[in-house]
């Protein structure tokens, strides 16, 4: 079945430690995305990416960084810069622009990131 | 100005009952979309239904429906008969024409308990 696949589903990050999440999506969509969500609270914008080798700072991009070496994945670094990085992440990813404003962005099932 | 606003933090319903979740929204562009998104305590985001602004029917999704009330800026969130698994998080999202890569603005959400 198509889908996104995030991983792992909890981590744990020690101070000054960089940590990679994974996700990788087999819907041949050309957008992808990445959100955090705070309890309690909506999800807010972190990178986003139109295509492969291009990407852009979402609302809240200080301390994360990304990469889009390929259509299918989009991993995401939470650096030692993100001072409060516990947090509930969630990738997604959706059709190009322009290809229709009614398709939805599909969601993996998360990361929960967590301080040691 | 919030772009999107749900100012029920928590709602109850009673098992078969009608609930209506409230979201207004902000927006200059004659163009967007509204989406409502369910998330169950396990964190993935599932899609349920889509309105845009251009469309002259309040979609309908099965036991789901959207209130479109264009003129108040508002697409409230019908769920009818409710069951138990209705119990969930729900988010209610707008992606304005304007914006870049089919970025979705999400609202703080609303948690639903349906009671038996």
């Known amino acids: 079945d198509g889908g996104i696949t995030q991983s792992p589903k909890y981590l744990f990050r020690k101070e000054g430690q960089n940590v990679t999440l994974s996700c990788e999506q087999n819907l041949n969509h050309d957008a992808m995305y990445w959100y955090r969500q705070d309890p309690g609270q909506g999800l807010r914008l972190i990178y986003y990416s139109q295509i492969v080798n291009d990407f852009q700072k979402g609302d809240i991009a200080e301390g994360y960084s990304v990469s889009r070496e390929k259509k299918e994945s989009f991993p995401l670094t939470v650096t030692s810069a993100q001072k409060n990085p516990t947090a509930f992440y969630l990738c997604?990813?959706?059709?190009?622009?322009?290809?229709?404003?009614?398709?939805?962005?599909?969601f993996g099932d998360g990361t929960r990131l967590s301080i040691l | 100005a919030q772009k999107i606003t749900q100012t029920q933090p928590g709602m109850f319903v009673q098992e078969k009952e009608a609930v209506t979740l409230d979201c207004t929204y902000d927006t200059s562009d004659q163009s967007y979309g509204l989406f409502w998104y369910k998330q169950p305590s396990s964190g993935e985001m599932i899609f349920l239904i889509y309105q845009g602004s251009y469309d002259e029917q309040n979609a309908t999704e099965g036991r789901y429906s959207l209130n479109f009330q264009k003129a108040r800026k508002s697409a409230n969130l019908v769920i009818s008969a409710s069951q138990l698994g209705d119990s969930a998080m729900y988010f209610c999202?707008?992606?304005?024409?304007?914006?870049?890569?089919?970025?979705?603005?999400f609202g703080s959400g609303t948690q639903l308990t349906v009671l038996p």
């Open positions: 999202a707008m992606r304005e024409a304007s914006g870049s890569a089919r970025q979705l603005t």
């Open positions: 997604a990813s959706s059709i190009p622009p322009g290809s229709g404003g009614n398709q939805p962005q599909h």
